[in-house]
């Protein structure tokens, strides 16, 4: 996980597929791993009783898989090249981080506050009467938990990610409510706000198989309305989902609308989830396998990580790369405007010495 360990053998900025899910675990509250896709949207699944995720794998899998996998993989890759120059995320940070945000920093969205990059969260809470409407207190501690994992303070790397929310607002819609998985797009067209880099969060009764979903960076070109994470409003901390009642539902989530795929993409096959310090592993890591090593490369399964399906209790945080990832793709696809950045980065390869954004 140190900065050292960064190998570029997992190869470049990843993005996620299509949709994700998070398959719960067979204890509890069951797991069935989530499926699919909602117009293309990662979903966080659990699990339902017994039948752990098995099926919902499967879907995540076929929905993702290699090919898109790597796509989006390559048009990272294509997207920085084409922006910055270069595809080396270590010499991208020591840039972005040290030099591109300040500048933005009295702008909003890309705010520098001691050295991390601040996303303003437009938060919308969809109930039906005194169902999932959920108290600001209550928001207010799924935004500090996503502080708190972000900010590597729960074990896990600092992505120099921070969240600050911007607004809250209340929809009182029980068809919305109940199934905003069918209504993605009514929901989002009438409450989302802001640009590429807001991140606007829903919360409501998600369902019974998939805990949430969310949209890839990728995807903003394509239709920036869609762009978002939906999650269930049981999952946000002291909620009644256990064992995925910390807020890390969220966090997960939170994870792919920042690029981040499953640490089990692909499985033992390369590129895996393009990130470099996150061992590969085979299948999604139910409940919480200590010790688990599904595959021959090296590392343990990374059973911990966030962007795993293990229960809320097991997860821990981010890892170096994963981090260097995050604020990859957030150059590529959600900074404010591709002209903004003024980075030469001045590499040396050719074609690379650019001002970044100058010639757009
Ligand atoms: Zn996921």
Not at 230 to 251: E, K, Q
Request: include cysteine; charge should be positive.
């Amino acid at each position: 996980m140190s900065e050292g360990e960064w190998e570029r053998t997992k190869v470049a900025p990843a993005a996620g597929g299509d949709d994700c899910v998070r398959p719960g675990t067979t204890g509890t509250t069951g797991t069935t791993g989530g499926t699919a896709a909602v117009g293309g949207t990662a979903l966080r699944g659990r699990g339902a009783s017994g039948g752990v995720a098995r099926s919902a794998q499967a879907r995540d899998r076929a929905d993702l898989g290699h090919e898109q996998a790597t796509a989006m993989l390559a048009d990272l890759r294509r997207t920085l090249l084409d922006r910055f120059g270069t595809t080396d995320e270590a010499l991208l940070d020591s840039r972005l981080l040290g030099e591109t945000l300040p500048g933005s920093a009295r702008r909003g969205s890309e705010r520098r506050a001691t050295g991390s990059l601040v996303v303003p969260v437009r938060f919308h809470v969809v109930h039906s009467g005194g169902s999932g409407r959920l108290s600001t207190a209550a928001v207010r501690r799924q935004i500090a938990t996503l502080n708190a994992a972000y900010g590597g303070r729960l074990g896990g790397s600092d992505t120099h990610v921070r969240f600050r929310l911007d607004s809250l607002d209340r929809t009182d819609n029980s068809a919305w409510f109940h199934n905003p998985q069918r209504n993605e797009g009514p929901i989002k067209r009438r409450l989302r706000k802001g640009g590429r880099g807001t991140l606007n969060l829903y919360t409501a009764a998600v369902g019974s198989d998939v805990l949430g979903f969310s949209t890839f960076p990728q995807w903003y070109r394509r239709d920036p309305r869609l762009d978002g994470v939906i999650v269930d409003f049981r999952s946000l901390p002291y909620g009644s989902y256990a064992p995925f009642n910390h807020g890390f539902t969220a966090v997960h989530e939170i994870g792919h609308w920042l690029g981040l795929m499953h640490t089990f993409e692909g499985g033992c096959v390369s590129p895996g989830d393009g990130v470099a310090d996150t061992p590969y592993e085979q299948e999604p890591a139910q409940g919480c396998p200590q010790g688990r090593d599904t595959c021959p490369q090296r590392g343990r399964d990374p059973i911990h990580n966030f962007m795993d399906y293990a229960h809320d209790a097991c997860m821990r945080g981010f890892t170096t790369g994963q981090g260097r990832r995050i604020r990859a793709v957030w150059a590529a696809y959600r900074s404010r405007k591709p002209g903004r950045h003024r980075v030469d980065l001045g590499t040396g390869a050719p074609g690379a010495a650019r001002s970044v954004g100058a010639a757009r």
